[in-house]
């Protein structure tokens, strides 16, 4: 598959790709009003070529927290290091290559009640990645139930740093971890230029924060967003280079195994890290290929690889994702159609 890419500069489409470009400045104007005053900012990219950037209230450079879409681009990592042979398999314990995972009793978690269990020794890295682990989490057994939480993602992340000598867990800043291995692999060779910093709940007093804390945030411009987005409408491949393994990226973009098999039929929207249209749950009318990152701050990156289309929101002007089904991206995709 061909493809567009921007270099330091996007070129932009032709706007006859609207039909007209007064389709484009409708979904604007009704943008504009359903804000009322909230800032807000899009990006589409259609074919690798710019389409429309709008905002309100906020800079076009300003880098914005990717908040829970950043564990989107924990999944990419994941699949490196599984194709880099750091990792045997997603099916892996994460036990044995991150043993700290376990010693956390109770007490010594990030709150009451939570603290590694004996069951969690099972725990593989396909299911810290789709948000089906249970780590510390009581009645939930590995891969029995859906449940989003940052702790496994942190512990997902320290353990693929670990491996590549990246982190400590007895001294967790004094090593770059997993933030350096994200710039290296994946915002480097898109040409981003994303930062990124830790951080961490409120801890109790005597809390390790060192082994399940320390989230790798990541603050993006909207343009640093559509480079990701154009990165996995591609599937993991830009330009000549593949940067995260397709294979990894066409799995990551469906619903999660155990979630298909142990979860009800409405929870099947969540892959590896990425929110899944497979079953037209997310957006009803909208492309059922169509997939996103999505994180608190109403940030959205939502690609679609059948229309060659993605679209930005950071922040977007959306309660629940699910409202972009009629909002935004509806709005776009019925301008494009």
């Known amino acids: 598959m061909g493809g567009t890419f921007p270099s330091e500069t996007w070129d932009e489409a032709e706007t006859q790709e609207a039909a007209s470009s007064g389709r484009l400045a409708g979904v604007h104007g ?41 564990k989107s681009v924990f999944s990419c990592m994941l699949g490196i290091a599984i194709a880099d042979g750091k990792i045997e398999s997603a099916d892996a314990r994460v036990v044995d290559y991150y043993p700290e995972m376990l010693d956390v009793p109770e007490g010594r978690g990030p709150k009451p009640g939570r603290f590694a269990k004996p069951e969690d020794r099972g ?22 139930t859906f449940h989003y939480q940052t702790f496994g993602m942190n512990v997902l992340c320290h353990a693929i740093a670990t491996v590549y ?8 800043e004094r090593l770059p971890g997993s933030g350096q291995l994200i710039q290296e692999k994946l915002r480097d060779p898109i040409g981003a230029a994303w930062t990124y ?3 961490n709940f409120p801890p109790p007093p005597d809390s390790l924060t060192g082994i399940f804390g320390y989230y790798s945030e990541i603050d993006a411009s909207a343009r640093d967003l559509a480079r990701l987005g154009l990165l996995w409408m591609h599937w993991g491949r830009w330009k000549e280079r593949q940067v995260v ?10 619903t999660a195994p155990d979630i298909r098999a142990n979860c009800l039929k409405d929870q099947w929207c969540y892959g ?26 109403r940030i959205h990156v939502w690609v679609c690889p059948s229309l060659g289309l993605v679209v930005v929101q950071s922040p977007g002007i959306y309660e629940d994702q699910k409202d972009n089904d009629s909002g935004v991206l509806g709005r776009l995709v019925e301008a494009l159609s």
């Open 165 to 172: 000598g990246l982190y400590d867990s007895r001294a967790p």
């Open 272 to 297: 590896y890290a990425f929110w899944t249209n497979e079953h037209s749950i997310l957006w009803p009318s909208l492309p059922r290929d169509s997939f996103a990152a999505s994180g608190a701050g």
């Open 197 to 199: 910093r830790y951080w």
């Open 123 to 144: 725990i593989t890295f396909r299911q810290l990645i789709s948000n089906t682990s249970g780590y510390m989490k009581r009645g939930e057994a590995p891969g029995t």
């Open 30 to 70: 009704w943008l504009e009003t359903a804000a009322a005053g909230r800032p807000y900012r899009v990006v589409a990219v259609r074919h690798g070529r710019l389409l429309a950037e709008w905002q309100q209230g906020i800079a076009a450079e300003q880098r914005l927290p990717m908040a829970s879409a950043a």
């Open 245 to 254: 393994p397709e294979d990894w990226m066409h799995k990551a973009a469906r």
